[in-house]
């Protein structure tokens, strides 16, 4: 693979710009400066460096887990509130990345940020039925002849909602974590209402094996060498 285009596949920007940096002296293949943008290299052989940071094949696809804040839309699009605007141009493969499912504007939590499409689909796709858990609260307080029947599954216009559960996380039971398996438009919001209840806050923890721990709002983290592997295992990858 030719240089250049391994580092700007690695995320380090356009072909123009990381032929600029091999051109000043900035590269080096296992050691030696290299000013050749062509010089072939092997990404899976060779060590790769730019001002002392290392790249090898393993980052030519990208993994983060990313808490949205509320206000901001699920989107790459580039208009003032979508989620792009709080990650930094400069983190390796930024723009190859794209959300894995969505949150709407009013909720927070966890986002899977990835270059990956087939992790992304296995992710989203129903056959997988990856479990997405959320933490909510609600108005009024939750009957338990309700809870039964959200958990059993309810119509709604598209069809009945696949098997939840539910724990409630105080005493009223307005306050609490559901885990659904599918992934349709406002599910939680639609569910509760039909029920006659109203969600007032959504933030989801945790996407499969992956948890938003102790991410704060806007923060971003590569997936561990851990974590990919809990869910290439999970996915069956």
Same mark, same amino acid.
């Given at each position: 693979?030719r240089?250049?285009?391994?580092l700007s596949?690695a995320?380090?920007g356009?072909?123009?710009?990381?032929?600029?940096?091999?051109?000043?002296?900035?590269?080096k293949?296992?050691s030696?400066? &290299? =000013?050749?943008?062509? #010089?072939?290299?092997?990404?899976? /052989?060779?060590?790769? %460096?730019?001002?002392?940071?290392?790249f090898?094949?393993?980052?030519?696809?990208?993994?983060?887990?990313?808490?949205?804040?509320?206000?901001?839309?699920?989107?790459?699009?580039?208009f003032?509130?979508?989620?792009?605007k709080?990650i930094?141009?400069t983190?390796?493969?930024?723009?190859?990345?794209?959300?894995?499912?969505?949150?709407?504007k009013?909720?927070?939590g966890l986002?899977?940020?990835?270059?990956?499409?087939?992790?992304?689909?296995?992710i989203?796709?129903?056959?997988?039925?990856?479990p997405?858990?959320?933490? &909510? =609260?609600?108005?009024? #307080?939750l009957?338990?002849?309700? /809870?039964t029947?959200? %958990?059993?599954?309810?119509e709604?216009?598209?069809?009945?909602t696949?098997?939840?559960?539910?724990?409630?996380?105080?005493k009223e039971?307005?306050f609490?974590?559901?885990?659904?398996?599918?992934g349709?438009?406002?599910?939680?919001?639609?569910?509760?209402?039909?029920?006659?209840?109203?969600v007032?806050?959504?933030?989801r923890?945790?996407i499969?094996p992956?948890s938003?721990?102790?991410?704060?709002?806007?923060e971003?983290?590569?997936?561990?060498?851990?974590?990919?592997?809990?869910?290439?295992k999970?996915l069956?990858?």
């Amino acid at each position: 693979m030719r240089l250049d285009k391994f580092l700007s596949f690695a995320g380090l920007g356009s072909r123009k710009k990381v032929s600029y940096l091999i051109r000043i002296g900035k590269v080096k293949v296992n050691s030696e400066v &290299i =000013k050749d943008p062509s #010089f072939k290299i092997d990404p899976q /052989k060779d060590h790769i %460096e730019l001002e002392n940071r290392t790249f090898s094949i393993i980052e030519t696809k990208f993994y983060y887990k990313f808490y949205k804040p509320k206000g901001f839309v699920t989107s790459t699009i580039d208009f003032d509130s979508t989620i792009m605007k709080l990650i930094p141009p400069t983190l390796p493969g930024y723009k190859k990345l794209f959300p894995v499912g969505r949150l709407d504007k009013d909720a927070e939590g966890l986002l899977i940020l990835t270059s990956d499409g087939l992790i992304a689909h296995r992710i989203l796709h129903p056959k997988w039925k990856v479990p997405k858990t959320y933490e &909510i =609260k609600i108005t009024p #307080f939750l009957k338990e002849k309700d /809870k039964t029947q959200l %958990e059993i599954g309810i119509e709604l216009e598209e069809g009945r909602t696949l098997p939840c559960t539910i724990i409630p996380l105080n005493k009223e039971k307005d306050f609490l974590k559901i885990t659904v398996y599918e992934g349709r438009y406002h599910l939680l919001k639609r569910m509760f209402k039909k029920l006659g209840y109203k969600v007032l806050n959504i933030k989801r923890v945790s996407i499969g094996p992956i948890s938003i721990e102790n991410l704060s709002p806007g923060e971003i983290r590569k997936l561990s060498a851990k974590e990919m592997e809990c869910l290439r295992k999970y996915l069956n990858l």
